[in-house]
């Protein structure tokens, strides 16, 4: 069974800093390029962070650039988001996506339902003090 789950959200301060996973069964992560997005109540799907299959090449939005990190543990079918500095407007859900192709894979964030295809159910980050 193709499943993605999300983990590690969490309620956090302003200022303070979670990593998030992503873990695949069922298929192999390698071949594929994942993004990062987030959905905040009343608001659209948000691309944040994606990193690509080849080389690990990745790309941010203006919104994290600077204090979130993408990277990918292929040996652990599993990749990650690291969150520094947490402010309140980071308070969503999380989701993780796959993407068959690295083609213009930063434009691609715009893009989340026609470009990615397996989605996880998400995990809640909320920041507040």
């Known amino acids: 069974q193709v499943q993605l789950v999300e983990s590690g959200g969490g309620l956090v301060q302003p200022g303070g800093s979670l990593r998030l996973s992503c873990a695949a069964s069922?298929?192999?992560?390698?071949?594929?390029?994942i993004g990062w997005f987030r959905q905040a109540p009343g608001k659209e799907r948000e691309g944040i962070a994606c990193?690509?299959?080849?080389?690990?090449?990745?790309y941010y939005a203006d919104s994290v650039k600077g204090r979130f990190t993408i990277s990918r543990d292929n040996a652990k079918n599993t990749v990650y988001l690291q969150m520094n500095d947490l402010k309140a407007d980071d308070t969503a859900v999380y989701y993780c996506?796959?993407?068959?192709?690295?083609?213009?894979?930063?434009?691609?964030?715009?893009?989340?339902?026609?470009?990615?295809?397996?989605w996880g159910q998400g995990t809640q980050v909320t920041v507040s003090s």
């Open positions: 069922g298929f192999t992560l390698a071949n594929y390029a």
């Open positions: 990193i690509s299959r080849s080389f690990g090449s990745s």
């Open positions: 996506a796959t993407r068959d192709s690295d083609w213009y894979l930063e434009q691609s964030l715009q893009s989340p339902y026609s470009e990615y295809y397996y």
